[in-house]
């Protein structure tokens, strides 16, 4: 199982939202280059990136510093946030990030997710955000009645081969992870899936790889310290 250290971009600084509230806010590192840096150096293979200011603006906004993380690192980058139209996405690619997370318009705009799939195949990951198994949209802002699990069966018809799903209640919280709503997840589809929310713990991370995901995001718990990403890469990865 890959572990990607998440880093989330507000106003240039790394930060950590509370359940996607952005009234909720702490911020980690006022230079996220930096940040990028130190988990590479902990033996990070993947970095999750989050621009939150685009996924509020419903545009890119933080491309400056996406390119100044590209330019200073080796990582794999995987990137979500204000992504809505072709030309977001092909930007973006561009910049040498190796695959983009669409979130709010897989929802809304099929026939774009239709278009980016048939263009980017692979480097077309959905993020699937649930709140009580419904799917949230618009940065959380917003949640939909569409049943996540039945929504990723059809996009994997669709041809999504890699869905990030994410679990609002547990993101940011510490709490554990939702062994439960994971496994359902795997049980309805075959592409690759992605945990991300509550890991606080190396026995977390345990779990989660004995559950089969290929990759599990970490966010909070790696900034807190409650876990040590290069002891849990040695451990998990290795």
Same mark, same amino acid.
């Given at each position: ?90 930007? !973006?690619? @561009? =910049? *040498? %990030?190796? /695959?983009? +997370?669409?979130?709010? $318009? ?48 059809? !996009?994997? @018809? =669709? *041809? %999504?081969? /890699?869905? +990030?799903?994410?679990? $609002? ?70």
């Amino acid at each position: 199982m890959i572990i990607l250290p998440a880093i989330d971009i507000k106003d240039g600084r790394c930060v950590r939202l509370f359940q996607g509230d952005y009234a909720q806010i702490t911020t980690y590192d006022t230079d996220p280059v930096q940040v990028a840096l130190r988990w590479q150096e902990a033996g990070a293979s993947w970095i999750h990136l989050v621009d939150l200011d685009g996924a509020k603006e419903g545009y890119p906004v933080n491309a400056e510093l996406i390119k100044r993380i590209r330019a200073a690192t080796t990582l794999h980058i995987e990137l979500g946030g204000g992504m809505r139209t072709l030309k977001h996405i092909e930007q !973006l690619l @561009e =910049l *040498g %990030v190796d /695959r983009v +997370i669409l979130g709010t $318009i897989a929802i809304t705009n099929r026939q774009l997710l239709q278009q980016a799939l048939e263009r980017w195949g692979e480097r077309i990951v959905v993020g699937l955000d649930a709140r009580e198994g419904l799917v949230a949209i618009a940065g959380w802002l917003e949640t939909s009645q569409v049943k996540a699990v039945d929504l990723a069966r059809e !996009l994997s @018809e =669709l *041809g %999504v081969k /890699r869905f +990030i799903y994410t679990d $609002i209640s547990r993101d940011g919280a510490l709490t554990g992870p939702n062994l439960g709503a994971l496994t359902e997840m795997q049980q309805a589809v075959s592409s690759a899936l992605i945990a991300s929310g509550g890991v606080s713990s190396l026995a977390d991370l345990q779990a989660l790889a004995s559950s089969g995901v290929e990759g599990t995001i970490v966010g909070k718990a790696i900034y807190t310290g409650a876990v040590d990403l290069a002891a849990a890469i040695r451990e998990i990865e290795r």
